[in-house]
């Protein structure tokens, strides 16, 4: 069974790990190539902030918020772990902030100790009069991929930096099902006109006293156009930029100004905060992850193609639950094909 | 009398804080910081420096949450500031956990933290040798970055600073029109105080930046407190042990007992040993004294022995402090009738 991934982000590694992890003892042979143009540190999950934090209201897909839901509890069952950290897991508290009241969001009790602002708290806030507090966890996309990436190479997945131009030339020489991780890029391969490019700016500062999270929503701009400020390991993370389409990878001044004004505005202490870096990324926006399995008929025989992309500024808060989503499809094709040693029934 | 001459001894966060208070307070007079040690060197930069009071057996409850809760807003306020990060303040947020139900489930500061709420039980899930705990936000103050803040702004204000070991109040005399006394362990002799004592306490200071919460076992013993840029790792409780030098079998203890609270410590790095000797009394010592030796008389403020809570009740009591003060200088500036009649 020769499987191919493509893409090395945070979707095509952790699917690659969970397929692997699952059916490499039941298979006589499992070989796992992942294909990709682009590996960390330049991948989109390298620019997320990597704050577990659903969108939030109610996804169009009622599977979303269970995969979201198996994610936290993936990651948090890594807390207490001593290998947490190379992981680039940790616990993180924090306030999301509003100019009203809100419903609570569907995640209030995936999350630990979900409550709302005291008015004490909302005085550190001026700007805002209602806001929730609770513990979530960041997971840092570049350490998290180098640590997916030694996993992988520990079970002998192969990378190679590949620019795949179709699902037929890879049908064709190498594998019998492929996995399309290929995130913002999609429809490079497969046109897909509900998927577009959230193109997002962000500026990670040196702000070590920072050890909250703090989002700010504003309802009439939308998702990720407001400040934002998320601690990382090692760096703070500022952010609040959403542009649909717009592929634009290089920074851009108005926006880093935006960003800039909008967080010190948000937490005066940051004035003097030295700044490390500065990216661009795309998030994969797409009304709903497209997670579905798809044939292809390539000279006379069928390869299988499971798409698996289109998570938007939520792929980390996402990933496991897809990988485990696409793992069962996975697990479905090879009991089809009579391919499996022992029956998938205690998966 | 024209300028009071106010001598403070001891550039602890006492000292500093109470000089600061004291400039801002006593009109017309001139603050000098006498002492032997200045940061890094003092009791104040080995502290952790979160607000989590103790409780002083000898002080009014209503008296600690008064000055817990003044120093609470003083630091707050700069917190929220730009100089925050000049001042060494910051908001942690974390948890207290005990392994037995405490008598005290909700403290007397659970209204001056932020947030104050008892944990749940998936929160508890992460301490399984744990049964109870309480959640809420706090400040952590850092003497390393405080205390030549506070120096900033007392100098600032025409504030002066000495390097002198004092041996005894009485070489102030001649200089000084009042004295503050916030030498802590020093008082033992400067005051003859047997009252004090100190109380050892071990720390780590280690990198493990990962680590945003903190972590402190309901005994006091066991804690993880995440600074600036250092977690302090923590500690021990050594009634009149006197030894400032680092113990290796201690600290081996401190990383094996917070490494059980939190695993990920493991891969802490840049280990660095910290003792300090808590200057513990039963109560805080805010009081005057007017020493008195034949016909010559000095006034003294006395501010020391606050063990463990230091920085949590700093500058609620030095702004007592610089009350008292206050009132020793318009002492001496009212007149002393010439006739008894």
């Known amino acids: ?347 | 009398m024209g300028t009071v001459r106010i001598a403070t001894v001891g550039a602890g966060v006492m000292g500093l804080s109470t000089a600061v208070c004291i400039s801002q307070l006593v009109p017309r007079c001139s603050i000098t910081v006498i002492s032997e040690q200045f940061t890094p060197e003092t009791t104040s930069d080995v502290a952790a420096g979160m607000l989590i009071p103790p409780v002083y057996p000898d002080t009014p409850i209503h008296k600690q949450k008064q000055w817990f809760k003044e120093t609470f807003d003083h630091l707050f306020a700069i917190a929220n500031s730009a100089e925050a990060e000049d001042a060494g303040v910051l908001l942690v947020s974390g948890w207290q956990i005990f392994r037995s139900i405490p008598t005290e489930e909700v403290p007397f500061w659970a209204d001056v933290v932020l947030g104050f709420r008892k944990m749940t039980e998936d929160e508890l899930k992460k301490f399984p040798q744990h049964v109870f705990g309480q959640a809420f936000t706090t400040l952590k103050c850092e003497g390393p970055a405080y205390l030549p803040w506070l120096e900033k702004r007392l100098k600032g204000s025409g504030g002066l600073i000495l390097t002198r070991r004092i041996e005894d109040l009485w070489e102030l005399h001649q200089s000084f029109d009042i004295v503050v006394n916030c030498s802590g362990l020093g008082s033992r002799q400067l005051a003859g105080d047997l009252k004090i004592f100190p109380v050892r306490g071990q720390v780590l200071k280690v990198q493990a930046p990962w680590v945003k919460h903190f972590i402190r076992d309901g005994s006091g013993l066991t804690y993880i407190y995440p600074g600036i840029s250092n977690v302090t790792l923590g500690g021990t409780r050594q009634k009149g042990d006197w030894n400032l030098s680092p113990d290796a079998e201690i600290s081996k203890g401190i990383l094996s007992r917070c490494c059980a609270l939190e695993p990920s410590l493991h891969g802490a790095c840049d280990i660095r040993e910290k003792v300090g000797l808590r200057p513990s009394r039963p109560g805080v010592r805010l009081e005057k004294e007017l020493l008195a030796q034949g016909s010559r008389r000095l006034p003294v403020v006395h501010h020391y022995g606050h063990g463990s809570g230091g920085i949590a009740m700093h500058w609620g009591t030095a702004l007592e402090a610089a009350r008292l003060v206050s009132e020793c200088a318009q002492a001496l500036r009212t007149p002393v009738p010439k006739s008894k009649l």
Request: charged share 20%; proline share 6%; hydrophobic share 35%.
């Open chain 1, 1 to 347: 069974m020769r499987v191919v991934v493509i893409g090395a982000g945070v979707i095509g590694l952790s699917t690659a790990l969970c397929i692997h992890e699952r059916y490499h003892s039941v298979l006589q042979s499992l070989d796992v190539k992942v294909y990709a143009e682009r590996f960390t540190p330049l991948t989109n999950t390298d620019v997320a902030a990597g704050l577990w934090q659903p969108y939030l209201s109610k996804p169009s897909n009622p599977q979303e918020a269970r995969w979201n839901q198996q994610t936290f509890n993936y990651l948090l069952s890594h807390i207490g772990s001593p290998n947490a950290a190379d992981m680039g897991l940790a616990p993180v508290s924090g306030y999301n902030l509003f100019r009203e009241a809100v419903p609570d969001p569907y995640w209030k009790d995936v999350v630990l100790g979900f409550r709302k602002l005291t008015p004490r708290e909302l005085d550190m806030f001026p700007d805002y009069s209602y806001g929730w507090f609770n513990t979530s966890l960041i997971l840092e996309g570049r350490k998290y991929l180098q640590w997916l990436t030694e996993r992988l190479t520990e079970r002998g997945v192969k990378f190679l930096l590949r620019k795949v131009e179709s699902f037929e030339e890879v049908a064709r020489g190498d594998a019998d099902v492929i996995i399309n991780c290929t995130g913002v890029w999609a429809g490079a391969l497969q046109p897909d006109p509900l998927l577009q490019p959230g193109r997002g700016q962000i500026i990670k500062v040196d702000a070590p006293w920072m050890k909250h999270f703090i989002i700010t929503h504003d309802p009439e701009r939308g998702i990720y156009k407001s400040p934002y400020i998320i601690p990382g390991i090692q760096a703070v993370t500022l952010g609040g930029i959403f542009q649909l389409g717009n592929w634009s990878e290089t920074n851009n001044i108005q926006d880093h100004n935006t960003i800039w004004e909008g967080c010190c505005r948000l937490e005066p202490t940051l004035k003097d905060a030295k700044i490390v870096s500065e990216c661009t990324g795309f998030r994969p926006v797409r009304p709903q992850v497209r997670l579905e399995r798809e044939q292809l008929h390539v000279g006379s025989s069928n390869t299988e193609v499971i798409h698996n992309y289109g998570h938007g500024g939520y792929g980390l808060t996402i990933h496991w639950g897809c990988a485990l989503e696409v793992a069962k499809i996975f697990g479905k094709i090879l009991e089809e094909r009579n391919l499996l040693r022992m029956p998938t029934s205690h998966l």
